[in-house]
């Protein structure tokens, strides 16, 4: 590299009237500042010998459009640029020209005289001002001191800049000095440098120093925060090592402190909400300064296994297939189209929105019609856990929230222990029974449910145990029930009503067929070919040894005659066994439901009435008798109020239109009316026997016997007319099954015939009455 540095000093004369111009991109050069500069284009390079040459006087102008380019133009460049003069110039290898020049004076740019070989312009020299107050020392010393600030807070600029901003006396010069060294856009030093006024300029660089000064403050702030916190992880780190270290040195290692980082690394693995992890790392620092053989120390540690065994953030992946879904639901369970439907729709809509809600269904009806099995077919058709829980006698409210760990023994509710088993934070939750919690001085279980089955506020559900708030919007909750009215209105609100009603006879074959006997057969050891049933045989069962709406029973009986085949073929007697009608008594001895229980009307004053049982529909005698005496009215049977107030009412009517039904003048007057419903120790209620009432004390009145095979259930008034009532598909099925052929039904229940089997409908003969005249013309033999 060639190097030439100028043989005269540096001259403090004014700037010729013409100076060469060389554009200056991206940076601004004051009076009395040194910049260092490098020279590409050949323009440059022949001005800066041309100017070596001579006075080595050149003037620089920042360019506006902040790109280098050939032949600017005067409106390419700003009206005010620096006068400066070369101090060095070095030529480098690569052809590139190196250059230190000083600034001497500001000028204005008047006009451009020359193009070629480079720009020449006539300039107007602006001298500094002479000007000095007390206003101009007092800005000035904010600014000195201001800069002091920038200068500590700046790495990048030496800490000696501030020792030579003080021996600058004037201060012309100290803003000029001051705005070339701040971090400022080159058009905010361009605004300085066109400053002329003093004390303007002196403002002007104030408000850039206090802008630069406040952006190094907060930037100071934020890396000292930084800061702290890695030196405070650094010395905790450096002092458990040194601690471990030591303890090592000593032989002085226990099982403690590796219970301790054991926890510690579970904490940091699992990934916990922040609440739950401050919680558990709170309850670390206090199990770390306790001693292993107190009390609290176990309190503690246990606490801590429960805190990091929950699945906070593990979720299994929902089986999306709809079809195969559906096909694995159809395989487990025949039937129960209503619940498959509601879970194929919920499939459906995770499909189409992957962060919906889990439903909170309730599945209600008759003991063994596979609501609980069809929580864990639900389960294995969504590919999640399957968790239950048994809330039948629950009393205490802890059983669902958990006990709070002040008390001795204390554990998470049954709601978290459920979820810890799953190992998931998204299993089916079978909450079995739910229609027979309890309630005593320890709390109200079904209260502490309102929060579980709530979608709006499960997302933070907090167990009393863990004290912190565990996300259960996730989880699928499902309940069962036998009867509903029994459900607190505001926990049934929040449940959505799937009813599961019995099944009728050609259902249960199929599923004894497809289902129960292939079961109990693996369960006793038997194959297909040592053990068949006909479907006289399995017809038989149902009718003559159970009378169910659900398949409990049946399981029962046909474990029964598998085990006697099993003893059997065990003891050699046999090697396979066809089970027809006539071997079942063998098996289960003789009929346990006889001909002489079934429906059977041989005199006037009895009839058939349908009721609805928590175990399904179930078929009721009503019996009258009249005894000559004195008026009056004997009930009983265990009658509740509402069924007493059904005789009552069809009493009335009958004796108000006697006339119309042809009942003998003198009948109730001299005759005592009792009225009986066999089964007296069962209690009965409801108003659903008016029909069967008012037909039972009309057919004794006249002394005409109910036509045959005929039940009926409705609802009755004093005006005449029937009334509709529930449960109607549970007792037309309990009718099918005791071989009646013809249902009298309100008007208003002909709707609700749709839910009924489509066989069983064309088995049956149904009357649809509104008014009580037509019960009597229908029912009574002519």
Known sequence: MQEQQPSIELSQQDLPAQIPIMPLIDVTLFPKMVLPLVVKHEQGKKLIDDAMATNRIVGFVVS??????????????????????????????????????QGVKRFRLNKIVKQEPYLTAEIEQIDEPDEHDKEIEAISNNLLELYQNIIELSPG????????????????????????????????????????????????VTKLVNYQLEILQIGSKIQSQIREDMNQKQKEYYLRQQMKAIQQELGDTDDTNLDIEEYREKIAKTNMPEEAKKEAERELKRLSRMHPSSSEYTVASTYLDWMTAIPWDESSKDNLDIKAARKKLDEDHFGLEKPKKRIIEYLAVRKLKPDSKGPILCFAGPPGTGKTSLGRSIANALGREFV????????????????????????????????????????????????????????????????????????????????????????????????????????????????????????????????????????????????????????????????????????REIASVIRGVATEVAQEEIKTATIQVNTLSKYLGPAKITPESKPKIDSPGVALGLAWTPAGGDVLYVEAAAMEGKKGLTLTGQMGDVMKESVSAALTFIRANKEKLDIPENFFENHEIHIHVPAGAIPKDGPSAGVTMLSAITSLALGKKIIKDLAMTGEITLRGEVLPVGGIKEKVLAAHRMGIKTVILPKDNEKDIDEIPKKVKKEMTFHFVRKMMDVVKIAIEQ
């Open 157 to 204: 600029l030496p800490k000696e800049m501030i020792q030579l901003a003080k021996t600058i006396e004037e201060p012309a010069v100290l803003a000029d000095m001051i705005a070339s060294t701040i971090n400022a856009t080159p058009e905010e030093k361009q605004g300085i440098l066109s400053t002329i006024e003093l004390k303007k300029r002196l403002k002007e």
């Open 64 to 101: 506006k459009k902040g790109k280098d380019e050939d032949n600017p133009t005067a409106d390419d460049l700003y009206e005010i640029g620096c006068g400066a003069i070369i101090l060095k110039m070095a030529k480098a290898e690569d052809g590139r020209v190196q250059l230190l020049v």
């Open 388 to 555: 239950r829980i048994a809330l039948g006698g629950v009393r205490d409210e802890a059983e669902i929230r958990g006990h709070r760990r002040t008390y001795v023994g204390a554990l998470p509710g049954r709601i978290i222990q459920g979820i810890r088993r799953a190992g998931t934070n998204n299993p089916v939750f079978i909450l079995d029974e739910v229609d027979k919690l309890g309630n005593d001085f320890r709390g109200d279980p079904s209260s502490a449910l309102l929060e579980v089955l709530d979608p709006e506020q499960n997302n933070s559900f907090v167990d009393h145990y863990l004290d912190v708030p565990f996300d259960l919007s996730k989880v699928m909750f499902i309940t069962t029930a036998n009867v509903i009215h029994t459900i607190p209105p505001a926990l049934r609100d929040r449940m959505e009503i799937i009813e599961l009603s019995g099944y009728t006879e050609d259902e249960k074959i199929k599923i004894a067929n497809k289902y129960l006997i292939p079961r109990q057969r693996e369960a006793h050891g038997l194959n297909s070919k040592q053990i068949s049933f006909t479907q006289g045989s399995i017809k038989h069962i149902i009718e003559d040894y159970t009378r169910e709406a659900g398949l409990r029973n049946l399981e």
